[in-house]
């Protein structure tokens, strides 16, 4: 029985580790990391700082994805990001959801 909870655990383990680089690559790839790293400031705030800046918020993830595939301006300063039209509404989700989980 232990054997199989620990073999469970692993294979869970690893698919979450796959999705967290599936999810970097996503980033990459919708070039997301032209403005942003995950632990510092570049153009825009770092991912880690966004996810404490919403940490708790139940709306963060819609409100998140919306501002990935639209744009917004304000919260950060006075630059302001631009619309993605490349990002599906999916893709936005995902994003966001990785992003919120940085530390």
Same mark, same amino acid.
């Given at each position: 029985m232990k054997r199989a909870l620990l073999v469970g655990f692993l294979v869970t383990a690893a698919f979450s580790s796959q999705a967290a680089f599936a999810n970097a690559d996503l980033a990459k /790839? =919708?070039?997301c990391m032209a403005c942003h790293a995950v632990a510092t400031k570049l153009v825009g705030p770092a991912f =880690?700082? @966004?996810a404490a800046k919403y940490a708790g918020q139940k709306d963060a993830e819609a409100k998140l994805a919306q501002k990935v595939m639209k744009g917004g301006?304000? @919260?950060w300063g006075a630059v302001p990001m631009p619309a993605n039209p490349q990002v599906s509404e999916?893709? /936005?989700k995902t994003l966001v959801k990785w992003v919120?989980?940085?530390k």
């Open positions: /790839a =919708k070039n =880690k700082d @966004v301006s304000g @919260v999916a893709e /936005a919120l989980t940085q």
